[in-house]
């Protein structure tokens, strides 16, 4: 699929800045649902949120050991040790 591979190639920075953007969107989604009390669009925020959480998780990984980087928000991989920097 060209979609992924293009996920595939995006810089760690660029994933970790997507998912925060996209988890304040579905965020402020919510916050709008809320004020209108509709559930359709609670519910349509809440898939944006997994989604979005399903997308970190699989693309926020070391390029060398394909260890997942959690929060570890550094330069170095907690599982290989090696520089992550695409
Ligand atoms: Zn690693």
């Given at each position: 699929m060209k979609l992924l591979k293009a996920l595939k190639n995006l810089k760690l920075e660029t994933v970790l800045v997507l998912y925060i953007i996209i988890f304040a969107a579905a965020f402020v989604l919510i916050l709008i649902a809320a004020f209108f009390k509709s559930l359709v669009i609670i519910i349509f925020a809440l898939l944006l949120m997994l989604a979005d959480l399903v997308f970190f998780l699989v693309f926020?990984?070391?390029?060398?050991?394909?260890g997942f980087l959690g929060r570890s928000g550094g330069k170095y991989c907690p599982h290989c040790g090696n520089w992550v920097n695409k």
């Amino acid at each position: 699929m060209k979609l992924l591979k293009a996920l595939k190639n995006l810089k760690l920075e660029t994933v970790l800045v997507l998912y925060i953007i996209i988890f304040a969107a579905a965020f402020v989604l919510i916050l709008i649902a809320a004020f209108f009390k509709s559930l359709v669009i609670i519910i349509f925020a809440l898939l944006l949120m997994l989604a979005d959480l399903v997308f970190f998780l699989v693309f926020y990984r070391c390029p060398h050991c394909g260890g997942f980087l959690g929060r570890s928000g550094g330069k170095y991989c907690p599982h290989c040790g090696n520089w992550v920097n695409k």
